[in-house]
């Protein structure tokens, strides 16, 4: 049971007490007070009156928020209430509440409930500008006491898991939440300045398509066949572009059935877009601006810091081929880079692990993982993707084992992935079965599945089209310095629950 806890118990016979004494510990219909800021600034003038004369009894407010701490001191007490805004002081005593009531309440009302708090500010003593009650009235009585306030909510996961008592307690967290609100709002407002249409398409697709990943599988009862979450909306949005649409956006969750790491959660965040007769260069340009509008628009320089590092978001980013990359920034020699026998021996030579069947753009990719993707600290599009493992990217005219692809890494972690779309119908049907040949010859679970109606749509004809993704949550972690995904989605994925046990004020 939830509510055995000594402490749970206790608090559960206060509202048996409350209610005896006709006093509804959850009552409707209370108004949001005004907020503790507006409160600050309109009392700011008692601090230029006199000593004795700092109070200002003409002006009436009324608080509404949550007690984080109580100090009884006989006959009167003192506590802080914290709203939207913050933390302020109020006070109340025996003289100035209703005949009775501050000695009735004083041991009902305590930490981790909700209040109205009405009266006139004033400055202590001390210089702190505070609210003298006139009244103090219960909105919501809370049973579960809040962690005490000297150690607060230390247990990592015990946050993650209970995110609302996180919140509650790690005021901070809600900032960053707030971030990530108005940063995705932005988003929203900068694609739509530049013409793009907001979409929804399905999360529930007859074959995982739009990328190389593991799918969750499910059971449509009503059509007796399996469904998949999606793991990217890339091919339903490129449908679009051919039915005429010229530029799409959609900001939705995507879903990988993969492992879970300080940037990896089984469903995240994604923006995706679509533009029609437009190339990979002109993604790079747009995604530059759109960097230069959120850093703008939020107040931040171009100079981060995040984690231990200090990134330059000034443009123009740095742009380097996918070779180039290999050899200059992971010290791999060229000749080794462009041979598959030696990249492979290369590889198994400094312990990593590879498969002895994977085709050269695959080897490559590993050499990139290996050697080159942690030293992506300040911006880096990384361009010319091995032709081989970009099955939805267009060839480039110059060099066919090339896709006009790039991604973008910030302090070592994509951020971005864009790409000249394949347009061909012939060529995106060959390498979708390249995609499963390779999947049969490998059992690689992430490998692309045929998608006929996909190679249909594109049969009719779809205008030359660049296309990208951007990760939300990544790019939320860059600009609020947060160093787990975990610390950017409110309710992350979290293994089955094992009882954590929190130090109370009680």
Known sequence: ??????????????VEILRSEGINPYPNGIAKGVGSETFYKSCQHLHAKQEGQKRDESVEFRLTGRLKFVRIMGKASFAKLQDSDGLVQIYYNRDDLAEGYYNKMKKLIE??????????????????ITLHCRELNLVTKSISPLPEKFHGLQDQELRYRQRYLDMIMNPEVTKNFIKRSKIVSLIRAFFESKGFLE???????????????????????????????????ELYLKRLIVGGMDAVFEINRNFRNEGMDHTHNPEFTMLEFYWAYKNYKDLIEITQEM????????????????EDKQIDFSAPFVQVSYIDAIVDIGGVDREIAQSSQKALA?????????????????????????????????????TDFPIDISPLARRSDKNPDVAERFELFIAGKEISNGFSE????????????????????????????????????????????????????????????????????????????ITHSVKTEE
């Open 1 to 14: 049971m939830i509510f055995e806890n000594q402490y749970i118990q206790e608090r559960i016979k206060k």
């Open 199 to 233: 979409v929804e398409t399905p999360m529930l697709h007859p074959i995982p398509g739009g990328a190389n990943a593991r799918p969750f599988v499910t059971h449509h009862n009503a059509l007796g066949i399996e469904r998949y979450l999606r793991i990217a909306p």
């Open 291 to 306: 960097f230069e509008y959120l850093l703008e628009r939020l107040n931040l320089p171009t100079i981060l810091e995040y």
């Open 346 to 382: 290369f590889l198994k030579a400094n312990n990593v692990k590879v498969q002895e069947n994977l085709t050269l753009g695959y080897l490559q990719a590993e050499l990139f993982d290996a050697f080159v993707e942690d030293k992506l600290v300040n911006p880096t599009f990384i």
């Open 422 to 497: 394949l347009n061909d119908p012939i060529d995106q049907y060959e390498r979708f079965k390249a995609q499963v040949k390779a999947k049969d010859a490998t059992g690689d679970d992430e490998a692309m599945h045929m998608d006929t109606d996909y190679v249909k749509a594109l049969s009719y004809g779809m205008t030359p089209t660049a296309g990208e993704g951007i990760g939300i949550d990544r790019l939320v972690m860059m600009l609020t310095n947060q160093s787990s995904i975990r610390d950017v989605l409110l309710f992350p994925a979290m293994r089955p629950e």
């Open 111 to 128: 930490v981790g409930d909700i209040v109205e708090a009405v009266g006139f500010g004033f400055v202590t003593q001390t210089g702190e």
